[in-house]
């Protein structure tokens, strides 16, 4: 570790995903950021791209084709679903030995079936979903300690799984009545330009959106399916709250037969006790975006509801950082064998 | 009607729903707003404690005691919870005639002890509580027509019962599995001075609160109760969203055996093919709190859950208005004989 | 007024100041709104466009190419800049009583030069230019009583002439030194995609914008010059605010020789006294956009500077409303003989 | 500094220059937060009042009577303007050696007549006001790093001072014409309770506020004063802005006899050239609070005006990092001879 940076790329650093893996990239002391591609933006400086960086020295944006790949260590991937599978398959070839971050959703589902279902085509790498690993770093620690291509989680899917896959796995929980109302803040919807993200629609407003058919419902359905031991279709229901981050899933859970919320709360804290970012919040404590901001840590916290026999499950945290770019940052850690908090322990920005 | 215009006195003109009130009031055509109470600003001009009324010529701010209620109409009432009672039954011991809309919860709940449970007290007007109507317009409105005593609902229950009502009624649902996720803007919370209302800890976050222990649930509990006719318990999780205006349920019902989204489609259609505030979104559009913001409308859409035998119902209403003090308006055009819609046409202020 | 309603079209009503005259015009007792264009959208209902419509029955949109223009009595446009002279020829073509209510900037400039010089082409309707009145009400309603063709300020020109003409005029200030501090809305910033009025870009920050080259400057500048009877060169720096309704303009003025602030205030008292929208706030009184929010009011103050010899003056209104569908309104009841505050009596929505 | 950490104490920690300064002393390297005071809130955990801090080992809250001062290195203090005074002198009176990093105003005046005159009361510690350093870092560095006491400016002062200084030291400017037009975050009011921060109350809204007469006028006069050579009177007009951090200041200067914009810009370009944490930005670009909110870095821009001899100099900041406990740590790190970027160079969080 006292010897060379490493030299990492991202790929769409144009996006919001991309952006916030240069912003902790930046000051993460044993890392380079060598190579930044935005195509759209090829020759321009990053500044011009994402002004708030006006106080970095970084390599101006190119294309991905003109990137050197045998020079770099690893590789974040920001870029839309769907483009990233060719991209990063010319990367591997490039280069087999570099890390891969990808932060898009190509290589999260294990089932091909699956993914061409949700996502409108065939897969174009199947020989790489093979070997992606899902990155969700508490649940897969060792797997990705030793991957090549990591699959990070969507935003979504990593506050519900770190809220529901505990109480899943150790059975204490109806898997056939899960209802996960999930609110996100607009920066979860990116930076390409939409109507329904501009200031003057989304703001002082709130709307749910993607009823039933979110993206994020299959990659979430087989995790805890995965925990579970057995098939599971769960109801997720998105919103769009009127804040830039953050994101807060309200978890809805029938207790299986004699259990009880204080087995809930016991199974997340035993899950969670020597974590280095996921809490669980004291007996009465709620969680609140506010509270992780701009930060890589996870909040969860378990109530009884007043239907007997059922329980409320609320985890939150940043969806660009914890949701994306940080936990990417906390998987490459693990792959390039830094401590995996290195850079990370950024507190919330609060107020 | 084409005759003198009738009086009415404002309670609690110092708070936000007493303000609105007074901001609908001010444009009615057929009443004329001839006094407004807020004891601890007694003396003052409405503009000095509410500056957006710069442009009206309103009677002073005076103490509650000292209105002479014989010259009224009618009163609304924008009172705390809990202090109302006392004085509503003095202003109808001074004028047994007088209308009164009260928009706190003192005499929502029909059963007193469920009251004293929620409210922490006995309450103090029982015998006027016998007489109370409860003001959702849609379900009661001859009643209150008939009324002397209205008790305004709450906003929870507004939206949630317009979503609930007509599919419990028709034993569409499974009346022991209702999950309602609600979400407000901070209007909800009053003017009274909290920390966690401030622009800077509310802004750019969101946070659940009194969860399985608000006080609008044995409300809602009630009403949903006397529709289904059976004891219902359900669940009511509100959350706190960074806008000023408007309240959005998405609530999560298990159909009953047999039934489909369309039959919960054709019961909420037929529950309001004639009501001029309450619009059944076309199938597949998602209703917003934007849609309806400072207006007297409410919205609602039914959807498919991904979970077999399962529903999904979205409600949305302006908090302050069709929430309370438009809602209350209403009730007024009922109880003096005025055409129900009169003053209340205000379309959604957007964007 | 007893008999038919006037028929009034929208031309790109798929716009922010369109949908606004939109709102307000549904409700206008003495108007049917008999056309609404905007050929993007044309074929669509205007409830997809702007679902917060979803209470009105309203005519589906059209190409401008295809309205009758015989049927109607008075137009609103709502186009962009440039594209507006073009159309608004070919409709008085078409019908030549019809009123007109420009509320783009292609009739505000009446100096050709200063038109092609702000707007990088020359006037494509020369002819028109020549009849339009410039549409401050408050400045030239009777001008505007008899005008076909009402060219609508924009909105910083409606905020900022109100603080400075009446003292402009009576030679209170030095017309050199005129430096107008400007915020606005997002919603100034209009519905087209940006990069910049996203919520993510926006929210929860502020920038100033066009520093000493927005449109708006040549605009104020003719109409100070015609109040003092001399040129002004003006400062005027505009700021984007994270809000979406709402433009205050802190004006700093040096007061002329021997004048003091109590002159401005008798100058600014003096032409408002009578006037339904605009109200100077008492001594001591702040404006602020809270007051006057979806209003078409406008409220006026002015403050000693600390600087001896300086004024500030604070001008604020609602940039949808008085800034641009409102005061067009306005100016329609002008010119088809209504009451000039018919349909525009809405208060503040606040909070 | 491989050594022992330097253990520091905060005073006023429940209020949000205090939390910020714990939320940035508790990742910097060198030093241990040994004591937290907030007598209202003493015997409870810092999470409880505020709970972003839920993943932090902190010292319970505790009066600051009850500290021993004589094991601290060094102690901010996030006191109330008017408390602090005396409370610092009795610190000092217990260790003579602390450093002290007071956030309040209370050692900021030089002249303790002005003082007297701004904050209603003669001061109660003029001895160590004599010893008092003015904390803005870039131009009182040297002595900053012998003192004892150091006052760290306001927010708006840093903001201002850091775009006025340079230029009027170097007689760019007339200092008789300067007119600054602030925007803040509502974060700077504090935490407060006060009904113009609530959410409801300032969100989707803009005010200017103390015209004329805000505390930090005297303040500013006084540093432009010091570098001008001669005494100053200038304009400062605050508003209060709907986002939680970051502070703008528009400030309109008229040019010295035969100077030019490109004066300015080469003179501000001098004094940072070697600046870690105030950037001049490059001509056309605009200085914005998002790309500083969460940082300890400075945006500077200037621009040409309309008015020929005028010239407009933009500067940003983060109210509560730079304009406060950023500043503060900036400082404690020249006093105790550590880098002086240690444990500030986070980059800003946009979006």
């Given at each position: 570790?006292?010897?060379?940076?490493?030299?990492?790329?991202?790929?769409?650093?144009?996006?919001?995903?991309?952006?916030?893996?240069?912003?902790?990239?930046?000051?993460?002391?044993?890392?380079?950021?060598?190579?930044?591609?935005?195509?759209?933006?090829?020759?321009?400086?990053?500044?011009?791209?994402?002004?708030?960086?006006?106080?970095?020295?970084?390599?101006?944006?190119?294309?991905?084709?003109?990137?050197?790949?045998?020079?770099?260590?690893?590789?974040?991937?920001?870029?839309?679903?769907?483009?990233?599978?060719?991209?990063?398959a010319?990367?591997?070839?490039?280069?087999?030995?570099?890390?891969?971050?990808?932060?898009?959703?190509?290589?999260?589902?294990?089932?091909?079936?699956?993914?061409?279902?949700?996502?409108?085509h065939?897969?174009?790498a199947?020989?790489?979903?093979?070997?992606?690993?899902?990155?969700?770093?508490?649940?897969?620690?060792?797997?990705?300690?030793?991957?090549?291509?990591?699959a990070?989680?969507?935003?979504?899917?990593?506050?519900?799984?770190?809220?529901?896959?505990?109480?899943?796995?150790?059975?204490?929980?109806?898997?056939?009545?899960?209802?996960?109302?999930?609110?996100?803040?607009?920066?979860?919807?990116?930076?390409?330009?939409?109507?329904?993200?501009?200031?003057?629609?989304?703001?002082?407003?709130?709307?749910?959106?993607?009823?039933?058919?979110?993206?994020?419902?299959?990659?979430?359905?087989?995790?805890?399916?995965?925990?579970?031991?057995?098939?599971?279709?769960?109801?997720?229901?998105?919103?769009?709250?009127?804040?830039?981050?953050?994101?807060?899933?309200?978890?809805?859970?029938?207790?299986?037969?004699?259990?009880?919320?204080?087995?809930?709360?016991?199974?997340?804290?035993?899950?969670?006790?020597?974590?280095?970012?996921?809490f669980?919040?004291?007996?009465?404590v709620?969680?609140?975006?506010?509270?992780?901001?701009?930060?890589?840590?996870?909040?969860?916290?378990?109530?009884?509801?007043?239907?007997?026999?059922?329980a409320?499950?609320?985890s939150?945290?940043?969806?660009?950082?914890?949701?994306?770019?940080?936990?990417?940052?906390q998987?490459?850690?693990?792959?390039?064998?830094?401590?995996?908090?290195?850079?990370?322990?950024?507190?919330?920005?609060?107020?």
């Amino acid at each position: 570790m006292a010897k060379q940076k490493a030299k990492i790329g991202v790929l769409g650093a144009s996006g919001y995903t991309g952006a916030d893996a240069v912003r902790l990239a930046a000051r993460h002391p044993h890392i380079e950021i060598a190579a930044l591609t935005a195509n759209t933006y090829a020759g321009k400086h990053m500044q011009e791209v994402f002004p708030h960086f006006f106080m970095l020295d970084l390599p101006k944006l190119e294309t991905w084709e003109s990137v050197d790949w045998t020079k770099l260590d690893a590789v974040f991937c920001g870029l839309p679903h769907g483009t990233t599978q060719e991209i990063i398959a010319k990367v591997v070839e490039a280069n087999p030995k570099i890390k891969i971050l990808d932060m898009s959703a190509d290589f999260r589902l294990r089932d091909m079936a699956t993914y061409a279902e949700w996502y409108g085509h065939e897969h174009r790498a199947p020989h790489l979903q093979g070997e992606a690993v899902y990155g969700l770093t508490e649940f897969y620690r060792d797997d990705i300690a030793k991957a090549r291509l990591v699959a990070c989680p969507g935003c979504y899917p990593t506050a519900t799984l770190l809220a529901l896959v505990p109480i899943a796995k150790a059975g204490l929980i109806d898997t056939d009545d899960i209802i996960v109302d999930a609110k996100s803040g607009i920066t979860g919807a990116g930076r390409g330009l939409k109507q329904n993200t501009l200031f003057s629609e989304s703001g002082e407003g709130l709307s749910p959106y993607s009823i039933a058919k979110h993206r994020h419902a299959p990659e979430i359905e087989q995790e805890v399916a995965a925990a579970a031991g057995v098939p599971v279709t769960l109801n997720f229901t998105p919103h769009l709250i009127p804040m830039s981050r953050g994101e807060l899933c309200t978890s809805y859970v029938k207790l299986a037969k004699g259990k009880t919320v204080d087995d809930l709360r016991a199974a997340l804290e035993a899950a969670y006790k020597d974590e280095p970012f996921v809490f669980v919040a004291p007996k009465g404590v709620v969680p609140q975006t506010q509270n992780v901001r701009g930060s890589n840590y996870v909040q969860v916290g378990v109530f009884a509801d007043r239907i007997p026999g059922r329980a409320i499950v609320v985890s939150t945290l940043d969806n660009l950082v914890k949701g994306s770019a940080g936990q990417a940052i906390q998987n490459m850690n693990l792959m390039l064998g830094y401590p995996e908090t290195t850079g990370l322990e950024q507190i919330a920005l609060f107020p």
